[in-house]
Protein backbone atom coordinates (compact mmCIF):
# COMPACT_ATOMS: atom_id res chain seq x y z
CA UNK A 1 0.00 0.00 0.00
CA UNK A 2 2.44 2.56 0.65
CA UNK A 3 3.42 2.48 -2.91
CA UNK A 4 -0.04 4.25 -3.59
CA UNK A 5 0.76 7.00 -0.97
CA UNK A 6 2.07 9.54 -3.92
CA UNK A 7 -0.31 11.94 -3.61
CA UNK A 8 0.24 13.02 -6.94
CA UNK A 9 -1.18 10.01 -8.36
CA UNK A 10 -4.02 10.46 -6.63
CA UNK A 11 -5.89 11.65 -10.03
CA UNK A 12 -4.96 8.87 -11.87
CA UNK A 13 -6.56 5.70 -9.16
CA UNK A 14 -9.25 4.09 -10.48
CA UNK A 15 -11.77 2.59 -7.83
CA UNK A 16 -10.73 -0.06 -6.90
CA UNK A 17 -7.43 1.30 -5.91
CA UNK A 18 -9.04 4.68 -4.08
CA UNK A 19 -11.08 1.99 -2.12
CA UNK A 20 -7.90 0.33 -0.94
CA UNK A 21 -6.68 3.76 -0.29
CA UNK A 22 -9.52 5.08 1.47
CA UNK A 23 -9.52 2.06 3.88
CA UNK A 24 -6.01 1.76 4.58
CA UNK A 25 -6.61 5.43 5.63
CA UNK A 26 -9.33 4.65 7.97
CA UNK A 27 -6.89 2.62 9.76
CA UNK A 28 -3.43 4.04 9.45
CA UNK A 29 -1.70 7.18 10.64
CA UNK A 30 -2.90 10.23 8.90
CA UNK A 31 -0.74 12.98 9.74
CA UNK A 32 1.08 12.41 6.48
CA UNK A 33 -2.21 12.73 4.25
CA UNK A 34 -3.52 16.04 6.20
CA UNK A 35 0.06 17.98 5.98
CA UNK A 36 -0.47 17.32 2.06
CA UNK A 37 -3.74 18.36 1.65
CA UNK A 38 -3.04 20.97 3.55
CA UNK A 39 0.49 21.93 1.41
CA UNK A 40 -1.58 21.71 -1.61
CA UNK A 41 -4.67 24.08 0.08
CA UNK A 42 -2.03 26.71 0.77
CA UNK A 43 -0.22 26.42 -2.36
CA UNK A 44 -3.56 27.62 -4.08
CA UNK A 45 -5.40 29.91 -1.31
CA UNK A 46 -2.84 30.37 1.07
CA UNK A 47 -3.93 30.31 4.70
CA UNK A 48 -7.31 32.05 4.10
CA UNK A 49 -10.14 30.85 5.29
CA UNK A 50 -13.74 32.01 3.37
CA UNK A 51 -16.48 33.27 5.44
CA UNK A 52 -20.08 32.92 4.31
CA UNK A 53 -23.32 33.93 5.86
CA UNK A 54 -25.46 31.13 5.78
CA UNK A 55 -29.31 31.96 5.81
CA UNK A 56 -31.95 28.88 6.37
CA UNK A 57 -34.76 30.84 5.13
CA UNK A 58 -37.28 27.52 5.38
CA UNK A 59 -37.75 24.37 6.67
CA UNK A 60 -40.73 22.95 4.90
CA UNK A 61 -39.42 20.47 2.40
CA UNK A 62 -41.35 18.22 -0.38
CA UNK A 63 -39.08 15.81 0.10
CA UNK A 64 -38.78 12.86 2.01
CA UNK A 65 -35.24 11.68 2.16
CA UNK A 66 -35.08 8.92 5.08
CA UNK A 67 -31.73 10.49 6.86
CA UNK A 68 -33.07 14.43 7.14
CA UNK A 69 -35.20 15.87 10.21
CA UNK A 70 -36.71 18.35 7.90
CA UNK A 71 -38.26 15.78 4.86
CA UNK A 72 -42.10 15.92 4.64
CA UNK A 73 -42.96 12.12 6.44
CA UNK A 74 -41.76 13.62 10.05
CA UNK A 75 -44.99 15.39 11.61
CA UNK A 76 -42.96 16.78 14.49
CA UNK A 77 -40.80 19.17 12.55
CA UNK A 78 -41.29 22.59 13.20
CA UNK A 79 -41.83 24.56 10.56
CA UNK A 80 -40.90 28.28 9.15
CA UNK A 81 -40.51 30.76 6.56
CA UNK A 82 -38.76 33.90 6.26
CA UNK A 83 -40.51 36.26 4.20
CA UNK A 84 -38.30 38.56 1.51
CA UNK A 85 -38.10 41.52 3.65
CA UNK A 86 -36.74 39.05 6.35
CA UNK A 87 -34.10 37.30 4.64
CA UNK A 88 -33.25 41.29 3.25
CA UNK A 89 -32.62 42.13 6.99
CA UNK A 90 -30.31 38.95 7.60
CA UNK A 91 -28.21 40.06 4.52
CA UNK A 92 -27.95 43.57 5.96
CA UNK A 93 -27.11 42.46 9.64
CA UNK A 94 -24.61 40.03 7.79
CA UNK A 95 -22.94 42.82 5.23
CA UNK A 96 -22.63 45.25 8.34
CA UNK A 97 -20.88 42.19 10.13
CA UNK A 98 -18.90 41.82 6.68
CA UNK A 99 -19.50 38.87 5.45
CA UNK A 100 -19.74 38.90 1.01
CA UNK A 101 -21.24 35.96 0.39
CA UNK A 102 -24.51 35.51 0.96
CA UNK A 103 -25.71 31.30 0.86
CA UNK A 104 -29.41 30.71 0.78
CA UNK A 105 -30.44 27.27 1.88
CA UNK A 106 -34.07 25.74 2.19
CA UNK A 107 -36.17 22.68 1.64
CA UNK A 108 -37.68 21.64 -1.57
CA UNK A 109 -40.45 24.34 -0.55
CA UNK A 110 -42.58 24.75 -3.11
CA UNK A 111 -43.87 28.22 -1.66
CA UNK A 112 -40.96 30.06 -2.86
CA UNK A 113 -41.67 30.90 -6.55
CA UNK A 114 -39.45 31.47 -9.54
CA UNK A 115 -40.63 35.06 -9.29
CA UNK A 116 -39.92 35.30 -5.71
CA UNK A 117 -37.15 33.92 -5.58
CA UNK A 118 -35.66 36.01 -8.52
CA UNK A 119 -36.76 38.99 -6.71
CA UNK A 120 -35.26 38.39 -3.22
CA UNK A 121 -31.84 37.35 -5.60
CA UNK A 122 -32.08 40.45 -7.85
CA UNK A 123 -32.69 43.00 -4.52
CA UNK A 124 -29.76 41.15 -2.89
CA UNK A 125 -27.41 42.31 -5.69
CA UNK A 126 -28.82 45.57 -5.87
CA UNK A 127 -28.35 46.53 -2.28
CA UNK A 128 -25.69 44.64 -1.83
CA UNK A 129 -23.55 44.85 -5.22
CA UNK A 130 -20.29 43.60 -3.92
CA UNK A 131 -21.80 40.51 -2.35
CA UNK A 132 -21.77 36.48 -3.91
CA UNK A 133 -25.17 34.99 -3.77
CA UNK A 134 -25.00 31.55 -3.41
CA UNK A 135 -28.54 29.05 -3.56
CA UNK A 136 -29.12 25.62 -2.18
CA UNK A 137 -32.68 25.10 -3.07
CA UNK A 138 -32.81 21.41 -4.45
CA UNK A 139 -33.73 19.68 -7.83
CA UNK A 140 -35.07 22.58 -9.90
CA UNK A 141 -35.45 22.63 -13.85
CA UNK A 142 -32.67 23.85 -15.77
CA UNK A 143 -34.66 26.92 -16.96
CA UNK A 144 -35.47 27.71 -13.11
CA UNK A 145 -32.04 27.63 -12.73
CA UNK A 146 -31.32 29.35 -15.63
CA UNK A 147 -33.78 32.09 -14.36
CA UNK A 148 -31.73 31.94 -10.64
CA UNK A 149 -28.74 32.46 -12.59
CA UNK A 150 -29.74 35.46 -14.75
CA UNK A 151 -31.44 37.45 -11.99
CA UNK A 152 -27.82 37.44 -10.59
CA UNK A 153 -27.28 34.19 -8.35
CA UNK A 154 -23.47 33.22 -8.59
CA UNK A 155 -23.41 30.02 -6.89
CA UNK A 156 -25.32 26.78 -6.20
CA UNK A 157 -24.82 23.80 -3.84
CA UNK A 158 -26.60 20.69 -4.36
CA UNK A 159 -25.01 17.69 -2.76
CA UNK A 160 -25.13 14.73 -4.94
CA UNK A 161 -25.36 12.69 -1.48
CA UNK A 162 -23.80 9.17 -2.79
CA UNK A 163 -22.77 8.69 -6.55
CA UNK A 164 -23.93 5.25 -6.58
CA UNK A 165 -27.48 4.22 -7.43
CA UNK A 166 -28.33 1.40 -5.29
CA UNK A 167 -27.00 3.31 -1.80
CA UNK A 168 -28.81 6.32 -3.15
CA UNK A 169 -32.08 4.33 -3.60
CA UNK A 170 -31.27 3.15 -0.32
CA UNK A 171 -31.15 6.96 0.85
CA UNK A 172 -34.23 8.44 -0.38
CA UNK A 173 -37.64 7.30 -1.59
CA UNK A 174 -38.42 6.27 -5.18
CA UNK A 175 -39.73 9.03 -6.39
CA UNK A 176 -36.20 11.20 -6.30
CA UNK A 177 -33.54 9.72 -8.85
CA UNK A 178 -29.32 10.01 -8.74
CA UNK A 179 -29.70 10.24 -12.06
CA UNK A 180 -31.88 13.78 -11.75
CA UNK A 181 -29.42 15.05 -9.22
CA UNK A 182 -27.00 14.63 -11.58
CA UNK A 183 -28.20 16.04 -14.50
CA UNK A 184 -29.04 18.78 -12.28
CA UNK A 185 -25.09 19.40 -11.39
CA UNK A 186 -24.66 19.09 -15.06
CA UNK A 187 -27.44 21.70 -15.99
CA UNK A 188 -26.19 24.24 -13.25
CA UNK A 189 -22.31 23.78 -14.35
CA UNK A 190 -23.49 24.59 -18.14
CA UNK A 191 -25.43 27.48 -17.04
CA UNK A 192 -22.72 28.96 -15.34
CA UNK A 193 -22.87 28.68 -12.08
CA UNK A 194 -19.65 27.88 -9.41
CA UNK A 195 -21.19 24.53 -8.58
CA UNK A 196 -20.59 22.51 -5.22
CA UNK A 197 -21.27 18.94 -5.02
CA UNK A 198 -20.93 16.98 -2.03
CA UNK A 199 -21.84 13.60 0.10
CA UNK A 200 -22.51 12.77 3.84
CA UNK A 201 -19.63 10.70 4.98
CA UNK A 202 -20.51 7.66 7.00
CA UNK A 203 -24.44 7.41 6.00
CA UNK A 204 -26.21 4.05 6.28
CA UNK A 205 -25.41 1.32 4.29
CA UNK A 206 -22.17 3.08 3.31
CA UNK A 207 -18.95 1.68 1.99
CA UNK A 208 -16.03 2.58 1.24
CA UNK A 209 -16.61 1.51 -3.02
CA UNK A 210 -19.15 3.94 -2.59
CA UNK A 211 -17.16 6.42 -1.34
CA UNK A 212 -14.61 5.95 -4.20
CA UNK A 213 -17.30 6.16 -6.81
CA UNK A 214 -18.52 9.50 -4.84
CA UNK A 215 -14.20 10.83 -5.64
CA UNK A 216 -14.73 9.10 -9.33
CA UNK A 217 -18.12 11.39 -9.61
CA UNK A 218 -16.27 14.44 -8.21
CA UNK A 219 -13.28 14.50 -10.77
CA UNK A 220 -15.87 14.05 -13.57
CA UNK A 221 -17.83 16.91 -12.69
CA UNK A 222 -14.80 19.23 -11.40
CA UNK A 223 -17.22 21.08 -9.32
CA UNK A 224 -15.93 24.40 -8.09
CA UNK A 225 -16.99 23.59 -4.22
CA UNK A 226 -17.62 19.99 -2.20
CA UNK A 227 -19.31 19.85 0.90
CA UNK A 228 -19.08 16.89 2.98
CA UNK A 229 -20.12 16.17 6.46
CA UNK A 230 -20.73 13.27 8.85
CA UNK A 231 -23.64 11.65 8.66
CA UNK A 232 -25.59 12.53 12.17
CA UNK A 233 -28.62 10.74 12.96
CA UNK A 234 -32.05 12.62 13.31
CA UNK A 235 -34.15 10.82 15.95
CA UNK A 236 -37.86 11.47 14.19
CA UNK A 237 -36.02 9.49 11.44
CA UNK A 238 -35.57 6.05 10.14
CA UNK A 239 -31.92 6.43 10.58
CA UNK A 240 -32.46 7.54 14.40
CA UNK A 241 -30.45 4.40 16.10
CA UNK A 242 -27.96 4.02 13.05
CA UNK A 243 -24.60 5.04 14.11
CA UNK A 244 -22.79 8.88 13.67
CA UNK A 245 -19.84 9.16 10.59
CA UNK A 246 -16.78 8.94 11.65
CA UNK A 247 -14.84 11.81 12.07
CA UNK A 248 -11.22 10.51 10.69
CA UNK A 249 -13.14 9.30 7.79
CA UNK A 250 -14.77 12.50 7.21
CA UNK A 251 -11.20 14.02 7.29
CA UNK A 252 -9.54 11.55 5.26
CA UNK A 253 -11.82 12.05 2.53
CA UNK A 254 -11.71 15.95 2.89
CA UNK A 255 -8.12 15.46 2.13
CA UNK A 256 -7.95 13.06 -0.55
CA UNK A 257 -10.84 15.68 -2.11
CA UNK A 258 -8.45 18.09 -2.01
CA UNK A 259 -5.27 16.17 -3.19
CA UNK A 260 -7.75 15.07 -6.36
CA UNK A 261 -9.37 18.65 -6.89
CA UNK A 262 -6.66 21.52 -5.19
CA UNK A 263 -8.48 24.42 -6.07
CA UNK A 264 -11.87 23.44 -4.74
CA UNK A 265 -13.90 25.32 -2.05
CA UNK A 266 -14.12 23.33 0.59
CA UNK A 267 -16.33 23.82 4.14
CA UNK A 268 -15.20 23.02 7.49
CA UNK A 269 -19.02 21.76 7.98
CA UNK A 270 -21.04 22.42 11.07
CA UNK A 271 -21.84 18.23 11.15
CA UNK A 272 -18.03 17.89 11.60
CA UNK A 273 -18.16 20.70 14.49
CA UNK A 274 -21.19 19.11 16.15
CA UNK A 275 -19.49 15.56 16.75
CA UNK A 276 -16.39 16.71 17.55
CA UNK A 277 -15.63 19.82 19.46
CA UNK A 278 -12.69 20.63 17.63
CA UNK A 279 -14.31 19.21 14.21
CA UNK A 280 -13.73 22.25 12.44
CA UNK A 281 -10.20 23.23 12.80
CA UNK A 282 -9.62 19.39 12.24
CA UNK A 283 -11.52 20.40 8.94
CA UNK A 284 -8.79 22.90 8.39
CA UNK A 285 -6.27 21.31 8.57
CA UNK A 286 -6.92 18.20 6.84
CA UNK A 287 -7.50 20.54 3.32
CA UNK A 288 -11.11 23.11 4.26
CA UNK A 289 -10.65 26.36 3.25
CA UNK A 290 -14.00 27.73 4.21
CA UNK A 291 -16.74 28.39 6.78
CA UNK A 292 -20.16 28.81 7.00
CA UNK A 293 -21.64 30.47 9.97
CA UNK A 294 -25.61 31.08 10.38
CA UNK A 295 -27.24 34.28 9.69
CA UNK A 296 -30.74 33.11 10.16
CA UNK A 297 -32.62 34.85 13.05
CA UNK A 298 -32.08 33.29 16.46
CA UNK A 299 -35.60 32.22 16.97
CA UNK A 300 -35.57 29.76 13.76
CA UNK A 301 -32.14 28.04 14.13
CA UNK A 302 -33.35 24.65 16.11
CA UNK A 303 -36.60 24.04 13.39
CA UNK A 304 -33.37 23.95 10.79
CA UNK A 305 -32.88 20.83 12.42
CA UNK A 306 -31.63 18.40 9.59
CA UNK A 307 -29.45 16.02 12.55
CA UNK A 308 -29.61 16.06 16.35
CA UNK A 309 -27.83 17.99 18.57
CA UNK A 310 -26.58 20.70 15.84
CA UNK A 311 -24.51 23.40 17.19
CA UNK A 312 -24.39 27.24 17.01
CA UNK A 313 -28.22 27.22 17.24
CA UNK A 314 -28.45 29.79 20.32
CA UNK A 315 -25.45 32.36 18.88
CA UNK A 316 -26.82 35.70 17.68
CA UNK A 317 -24.45 35.66 14.15
CA UNK A 318 -22.48 38.22 15.64
CA UNK A 319 -21.40 35.74 18.56
CA UNK A 320 -20.82 32.79 16.33
CA UNK A 321 -18.66 35.18 14.02
CA UNK A 322 -15.99 36.19 16.51
CA UNK A 323 -15.88 32.42 17.93
CA UNK A 324 -15.50 31.42 14.59
CA UNK A 325 -12.57 33.94 13.60
CA UNK A 326 -11.08 33.02 17.03
CA UNK A 327 -11.32 29.73 16.67
CA UNK A 328 -9.55 29.80 12.86
CA UNK A 329 -6.67 32.13 14.31
CA UNK A 330 -5.49 30.03 16.91
CA UNK A 331 -5.72 26.87 14.51
CA UNK A 332 -3.06 29.34 12.58
CA UNK A 333 -5.30 30.26 9.96
CA UNK A 334 -6.40 33.47 8.26
CA UNK A 335 -10.20 34.62 8.30
CA UNK A 336 -11.28 36.31 5.24
CA UNK A 337 -14.31 38.05 4.00
CA UNK A 338 -13.63 38.42 0.27
CA UNK A 339 -16.49 36.55 -2.09
CA UNK A 340 -14.23 34.33 -2.18
CA UNK A 341 -14.67 33.04 -5.62
CA UNK A 342 -12.91 29.68 -7.36
CA UNK A 343 -10.03 30.07 -8.33
CA UNK A 344 -9.47 30.28 -12.25
CA UNK A 345 -8.59 31.92 -15.24
CA UNK A 346 -11.90 32.94 -15.80
CA UNK A 347 -13.54 30.48 -18.89
CA UNK A 348 -14.75 27.78 -16.50
CA UNK A 349 -17.55 29.68 -15.39
CA UNK A 350 -17.45 32.95 -17.99
CA UNK A 351 -20.99 32.39 -19.70
CA UNK A 352 -23.03 35.35 -18.85
CA UNK A 353 -21.01 37.07 -16.20
CA UNK A 354 -17.46 37.20 -15.23
CA UNK A 355 -16.27 36.87 -11.29
CA UNK A 356 -14.27 39.61 -9.78
CA UNK A 357 -11.15 37.95 -8.64
N1 LIG B 1 -26.61 14.14 8.90
C1 LIG B 1 -25.67 14.84 8.25
N2 LIG B 1 -25.92 15.61 7.19
C2 LIG B 1 -27.21 15.68 6.77
N3 LIG B 1 -27.75 16.34 5.73
C3 LIG B 1 -29.08 16.09 5.74
N4 LIG B 1 -29.41 15.28 6.75
C4 LIG B 1 -28.24 14.99 7.40
C5 LIG B 1 -27.91 14.18 8.51
N5 LIG B 1 -28.83 13.49 9.17
C6 LIG B 1 -26.96 17.07 4.76
C7 LIG B 1 -27.25 16.55 3.35
C8 LIG B 1 -27.83 17.77 2.67
C9 LIG B 1 -27.26 18.91 3.45
C10 LIG B 1 -28.01 20.20 3.35
O1 LIG B 1 -27.27 18.43 4.78
O2 LIG B 1 -26.03 16.15 2.72
O3 LIG B 1 -27.50 17.87 1.31
FE1 LIG C 1 -35.78 17.87 1.97
FE2 LIG C 1 -34.27 15.73 1.34
S1 LIG C 1 -35.75 15.93 2.96
S2 LIG C 1 -34.47 17.58 0.25
Redesign the pocket.
Known amino acids: MSALINFENISRLGGPELTELIEFYEQAETSELFAAANAVREKYYGKKVYFRGLIEFSSYCKND?Y???IRCGNKKAVRYRLGHDEIMDCCARGHQLGFRTFVL?SGEDLYYTDDMMCDIVSDIKRGFPDCAVTL?LGEKTKETYKRYFEAGADRYL??H?TATDEHYRQLHPPQMSLENRKQCLYDLKEIGFQVGA???VG?PYQTSANLAADLLFLRELEPHMV?I??????RD?I?ANEST?SVKLTLVMLALIRLMLPKVLIPATT?LGTVDVKGREKGLKAGANVVMPNLSPVVHRRDYS??DNKICTGEEAAECLACLSRRIKSAGYDPDFSRGDFITCGEQFAVGRQADF
Open positions: CYCGQSLREGFMSGGPFVPHTFGALY
